[in-house]
């Protein structure tokens, strides 16, 4: 008895070292863990949106997609058996990405093959009969027809066999395999996205006082953010013939990508000429937050940061022509807004 109260007594014990121990590690951890606090101020650097003087080269900003990007499907039912590619990997239109278990169709195909030779000997025979009279016509058609459905049941399943092999619908990259090997697929499961990066269409958005400066088919230079001031050539291929509430029409360009140097998600911006310059009210180019197809800012109220959606129009790189959403005067984050979020406190250098 003394031992058991004895092993209990040492069992409490060692469970009580174990939670102590437990709770000076939380300790630890959370004294480690930076937990960033809302009511906390941070600094910022801060200007004003200024009137700026853009050159007869006009810049349009927007940002690059692939050319295409779809998921391949599986026409099939069964388990996937092998799998030839992985995500990052180069497909060239109709390779094999992976195959699916057809051990049952091949057997059905063996089946319908017999079953449609048996046909064919019956029709053979029914042909000879008829023309000695020794059995009806009726007769010799049902055997005729049965020739023709097992032809037609033999392709249905050669179609199922071939559905069982999943090609690449085009040349491009795996940027997403959704299945393992020994996955149960049905008709309808996605297997692969696959992304064409050969060419890259970039969108952009031109105000309506300079749509018209754009024509289907006309050849564009193009300059991407990380590559400064080299020029790409592209080719305007679609121009939105309805513009958005802001009354931006999309112009969307379309490059060629041979040595896969651009990739989807880069900024990029369309340069064209003109003869006149012009003065309007912008933003600098470093105080942009977003995407170029929501530009946003953060604007400072009181000592307050909020993010602010604004309509954009013309860029030469340095600066952001302000079309809409923001005012003369507004005061704007051009530095630490890594560090902000929407309605956050800040404080001025």
């Known amino acids: 008895m003394k031992r058991v109260i004895t092993i209990i007594l040492v069992a409490v014990v060692l469970v009580g070292l174990v939670v102590v121990k437990l709770k000076s590690n939380q300790k630890d951890v959370k004294a480690k863990i930076f937990i960033n606090d809302p009511e906390v101020a941070v600094l910022v ?17 927007g940002t690059f997609d692939p050319l295409r ?7 099939a039912n069964g388990k996937i058996i092998s799998i030839k590619f992985e995500e ?4 060239a239109q109709g390779q094999l990405l992976a195959k699916v278990d057809d051990e049952m169709l091949q057997l059905q195909l063996d089946n319908a093959e017999v079953g449609l030779e048996g046909n064919k000997n019956d029709d053979n025979r029914y042909s000879s009969l008829v023309k000695e009279n020794a059995v009806s016509g009726v007769q010799a058609e049902k055997s005729r027809l049965s020739v023709r459905s097992g032809e037609i049941q033999k392709k249905q399943i050669q179609k199922q066999i071939r559905s069982t092999s999943i090609t690449a619908p085009y040349s ?3 940027t997403r395999k959704m299945i393992d090997l020994g996955s149960f697929v049905g008709n ?9 990066i050969s060419s890259l269409k970039l969108t952009v958005n031109v105000p309506e006082r300079d749509v018209l400066k754009f024509h289907v088919g006309e ?5 991407v953010d990380i590559y400064g001031d080299r020029d790409f050539k592209g080719k305007i291929t679609n121009i939105s013939v309805v513009a958005d509430r802001a009354h931006n029409f999309k112009v969307q360009v379309e490059v060629p990508n041979p040595k896969r140097e ?10 064209i000429g003109n003869n006149t310059s012009k003065t309007a009210l912008s933003v600098p180019r470093v105080a942009l937050v977003g995407s170029s197809k929501n530009p946003q800012v953060y604007v400072v109220r009181g000592r307050k940061a909020y993010l602010t959606n604004f309509t954009a129009g013309t860029s030469d790189g340095d600066y952001i022509e302000i079309v809409d959403g923001i005012k003369q005067g507004d005061i704007i984050v051009v530095k630490g807004q890594v560090n902000l979020q929407d309605k956050s406190n800040v404080k001025t250098n």
């Open 45 to 61: 650097k801060t200007s004003i949106p200024q009137m700026h003087q853009f050159e007869s080269s006009f810049s349009y900003l």
């Open 69 to 75: 990007q779809n998921v391949v499907g599986s026409d």
């Open 88 to 91: 990052g990997d180069q497909v």
């Open 172 to 174: 491009g990259v795996i």
């Open 188 to 196: 309808g499961t996605q297997l692969f996205e696959i992304t064409d």
């Open 219 to 223: 050849q564009v230079t193009v300059r």
């Open 262 to 271: 651009l990739m989807a998600g880069m900024y990029g911006s369309v340069r």
